[in-house]
């Protein structure tokens, strides 16, 4: 029988304390057989990053970036030692593998890096003779041997490129929630877990709040083919298959709805309605880091003057509302401002072959007379600005529409 590899990653509070560490690491053995290969991949104990943060800001807000990434990666060092430690101590063959010791080489910049390679010669060679290698997430080296760090909660892309270097069967990310729901389950208590998922739907999903994974490291994984399985270490369930595969999905047209919180929405009435305008608005916005969201812009009817809607977080209303008012190259008659509002999203492949959703999704939240704002779409997604007051009624009205229930 042919053997198969594994890449096991363990987030922060899988290995928060030596009780969880207990149990990861029969987690770990519950893996390993004759044809079982297992490799490691691990997080600093819960809070331990955050921490070395702190003690960095302490020191200074300009603590150098070298030895922030130096200071940064201790945590997943600790971490990886006590498993392995712990694995021996059962009389199991393990060890600790940091990122120079492989090496995994990133390029970029100190703290957010970007894993370039992995050099698996020698935790192939251990695996081959039984042991079962822990290595450290988070972290790398670059060209001039100092360590880096991949950005916060990286250690899932460390996991991801480590199963695509070791060319492995199945990466499976262990965190502290079962998997990837069809809706929050704490605002819609009809939620699923979903069983399979699209990398693109996942994308979706992520980026607008559902933080299982980080949009970053699903990208990761799409560019590499690498089917991820989400589960929980603290219960016993099947998680959540994340790939690029067609295989044995359901016809489910709609994969999943999420919604975002305290978003705020601004109307420019009356701006020119000539080349330059839009770019001039958000110019100042984009320069002081205001992230915008859904934009609309209405057919001028005049042809001289138009309106424009978009949409920020409400924290980021007064500095857009000031960088608005101060914006001497546009000229308009009237702002106004909405906050309290909802982005509510259904998502799922199967729209970009099935007519008729956005009917569908409109018609249901017309019966619930739910007012919707503002409109956009994507290949695989439609949003509705709404009140946010209406939410919890939305998802509940769509995720019946859609069958998620
Ligand atoms: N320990 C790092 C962090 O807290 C990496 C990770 O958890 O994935 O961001
Ligand atoms: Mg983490």
Redesign the pocket.
């Known amino acids: 029988m042919r053997s198969k590899t594994i890449v096991l990653k363990f ?2 509070t899988s290995v928060g304390s030596i009780e969880r560490i207990k149990i990861v690491s029969k987690i770990i053995l519950s893996h390993k057989s004759k044809n079982t290969k297992v490799a490691v991949i691990s ?2 104990m819960s809070g331990v ?1 955050n921490e070395l943060i702190k003690k960095t800001k302490s020191i200074s807000n300009n603590f150098d970036s070298a030895e922030y990434d130096a200071l940064l990666s201790t ?2 060092q600790a971490a990886c030692a006590l498993i392995a430690g712990n694995l021996k101590s059962l009389g199991h063959n393990s060890r600790s593998w940091l990122s120079w010791q492989l090496p995994i080489l990133t390029e970029g910049n100190h703290s957010n890096a970007r894993i370039s390679n992995i050099k698996t010669k020698d935790i192939k060679n251990y695996m081959n003779e039984g042991g079962i290698p822990i290595v450290a ?2 972290q790398g080296i670059n060209s001039n041997f100092r360590i880096t760090t991949i950005g ?5 892309a460390s996991a991801i490129m480590l199963a695509k270097f070791l060319n492995a069967d199945e990466c499976i990310i262990y965190t502290d929630v079962d998997g990837v729901y069809t809706t929050d389950p704490r605002m819609h208590k009809k939620a699923k877990k979903i069983k399979k998922i699209f990398y693109d739907e996942m994308l979706e999903m992520s980026s607008l709040g559902s933080k299982v994974m980080q949009p970053t490291s699903v990208q990761d994984a799409k560019l590499n083919k690498i089917d991820i399985t989400v589960k929980s270490s603290f219960v016993k369930k099947n998680g959540t298959l994340i790939t690029g595969s067609k295989k044995s999905f359901s016809d489910q047209i709609i994969t999943g709805i999420s919604s975002t919180k305290d978003d705020a929405k601004i109307t420019i009435v009356g701006v020119k309605d000539k080349p330059g305008v839009a770019a001039a608005i958000f110019k100042p916005l984009s320069d002081n880091s205001v992230n915008v969201d859904m934009v609309v812009q209405n057919i001028s009817l005049n042809k001289k003057e138009t309106d424009i809607t978009f949409t920020i977080k409400a924290d980021d209303l007064k500095k857009s509302e000031k960088l608005i008012k101060n914006n001497k190259k546009i000229q308009f008659k009237k702002l106004a401002f909405d906050k309290n509002l909802s982005k509510i999203s259904i998502i799922g492949v199967g729209m970009i072959t099935t007519p008729g959703i956005t009917y569908r999704m409109f018609k249901s939240l017309a019966q619930k007379k739910i007012n919707i704002m503002v409109i956009s779409t994507s290949e695989i997604k439609i949003s509705v600005l709404i009140s946010n007051k209406d939410v919890k009624k939305a998802v509940a009205c769509l995720h019946k529409e859609f069958n998620l229930d």
């Open positions: 987030g922060g997080s600093a990053t945590g997943e997430g988070f916060r909660s990286g250690s899932d």
